[in-house]
């Protein structure tokens, strides 16, 4: 069955620090991959997807993601976080004809806390 | 980006009532709507998907009869909660897409509670 993984429930790093957020994925296909941001209260926006083609994702706000298919891992990275950065972050694969990004198993998010 | 808002973004409710949570698209047509469920500390759960004058598509376990969809416009999709119960009290996401296997776009989520 297909399922996503964030082994990492809660995360604190200081501002200016470096940041990776871990992502695996179980999918018998190959993956379409996504990592969405959610703000208290709020709905989600997504930071970048993976599709085909550059295994290195550059998405929004200097977040980065890099698919690892003998890892079958999606991992996000920040090279310097800002305190706006906390926040909760999804890991999902698309389901579906064409990864239809509507149809998404999400992992169970990471709490990303920023000190500063 | 295409702007989803959801209404209302929080409802308290009493046992044995139903409650409508709309979802619009306010700036594109959506052909394509998807509802997520969301529990406390846990990851968002999809539902059902709807396409605009079609039945929904519901997932597996999820009872059609108690949470009805309906998607008669491209801009407007509902979820209706009907005879809830305190373990309907969750976070209800939904989504849409102009076409469907295309971007989707997140409403800000409804906070259901029912007492």
């Known amino acids: 069955a297909q399922s996503v993984t964030q082994p990492d429930i809660h995360i604190t790093v200081s501002e200016g620090a470096s940041l990776e957020l871990r992502c695996n994925y179980s999918y018998g296909a190959t993956p379409y991959l996504f990592w969405y941001v959610q703000s208290p209260g709020q709905g989600l926006q997504l930071l970048l997807k993976?599709?085909?083609?550059?295994?290195l994702v550059q998405g929004i706000k200097g977040f980065e993601a890099e698919f690892k298919r003998s890892q079958s891992s999606f991992n996000l990275r920040k090279p310097s976080v800002h305190w706006s950065d906390a926040a909760e972050y999804f890991c999902?694969?698309?389901?579906?004809?064409?990864?239809?990004?509507?149809?998404?198993?999400f992992g169970k998010g990471t709490k990303l806390s920023v000190k500063p | 980006g295409a702007v989803v808002s959801q209404h209302p973004s929080w409802v308290i409710c009493k046992s044995g009532t139903s409650v409508k949570i709309e979802c619009r698209s306010l700036d594109f047509q959506a052909t394509t709507m998807f509802w997520y469920r969301q529990f406390p500390k846990q990851s968002l759960m999809l539902m059902a998907t709807s396409n605009e004058g079609s039945k929904a598509t519901y997932e597996q376990g999820v009872e059609k009869d108690k949470f009805l969809i309906n998607h008669a416009s491209l801009t407007l999709s509902t979820l209706t909660v009907t005879s809830a119960h305190p373990e309907d009290s969750s976070f209800y996401i939904c989504?849409?897409?102009?076409?469907?296997?295309?971007?989707?776009?997140f409403g800000q989520g409804t906070r259901l509670t029912v007492v």
């Open positions: 999902a694969v698309g389901l579906g004809y064409g990864g239809s990004q509507g149809n998404l198993i």
């Open positions: 989504s849409a897409s102009r076409v469907e296997g295309t971007e989707a776009f």
């Open positions: 993976y599709f085909s083609g550059d295994t």
